[in-house]
């Protein structure tokens, strides 16, 4: 069964920083591109970003491109999402999704989420 | 960036009810398209790929069509589980992108 499990999430003021994670099971991790979504309080999906299934290649948002770097642990089969000069507009809960092997992308499975506040 | 608009923003269904969602995108996407179900607190689930290819494991209630431009989710039969946040999300082109989401909500 897949699992994806995400941690780290908590209240942070602006300007500062935040990593988050995701364990993954069930799956050949290494196999499979990954991205984090987050949902603003009211607010509907934002894809935020991507990483190939062996870390060569990532993808960014504009509105987190330069403050946010995705990176992922195969070894440990954990993917991370680091948050630098976060504003109140990242404020969000923030989900880790699996792509799907289909050449077309969809993400197959995802957390529960990780709720980020940014606020002073 | 592709843009992607769904309407209704939202819809009032009584069970039993077939409902149809409408996700139309900027440009061309030929079927890179998918549909998502959303309740609060828990994760979002993909219901649909590929424009019109039903997960495994999700009710043959839900159907997806449309190409190009036009999308439509269709549930046959609302049913009590049925009521939630729909999404669709456009995987032509990066940054992948989501329509501002359809709320089903019970009449």
């Known amino acids: 069964e897949v699992r994806l499990l995400e941690s780290g999430g908590g209240l942070v003021q602006p300007g500062e920083s935040l990593r988050v994670s995701c364990g993954a099971s069930?799956?050949?991790?290494?196999?499979?591109?990954m991205s984090w979504v987050r949902q603003a309080p009211g607010k509907g999906l934002e894809w935020v970003s991507a990483i190939s299934g062996g870390g060569g290649g990532t993808y960014y948002a504009d509105s987190v491109k330069g403050r946010f770097t995705i990176s992922r642990d195969n070894s440990n089969n954990t993917l991370y999402l680091q948050m630098n000069s976060l504003r109140a507009d990242d404020t969000a809960v923030y989900y880790c999704?699996?792509?799907?092997?289909?050449?077309?992308?969809?993400?197959?499975?995802w957390g529960q989420g990780t709720l980020v506040t940014v606020s002073s | 960036d592709i843009q992607m608009t769904q309407s209704p923003s939202s819809l009032s269904a009584s069970v039993g009810d077939r409902v149809t969602i409408t996700c139309r995108a900027s440009q061309s996407i030929s079927n890179y398209l998918n549909w998502y179900q959303h309740k609060p607190g828990k994760a979002p689930k993909l219901l649909i790929f590929?424009?019109?290819s039903l997960q495994s494991g999700v009710p043959s209630r839900f159907s997806g069509r449309g190409s190009g431009t036009d999308f439509t989710l269709t549930l046959s039969s609302v049913q009590a589980e049925d009521f939630a946040t729909y999404y669709c999300?456009?995987?032509?082109?990066?940054?992948?992108?989501f329509g501002q989401g359809t709320q089903v909500e019970i009449k």
């Open positions: 590929a424009a019109s």
């Open positions: 999704a699996k792509e799907s092997s289909m050449v077309q992308t969809s993400f197959d499975f």
């Open positions: 999300q456009q995987s032509y082109s990066n940054p992948w992108t």
């Open positions: 069930g799956f050949t991790f290494s196999g499979y591109g």
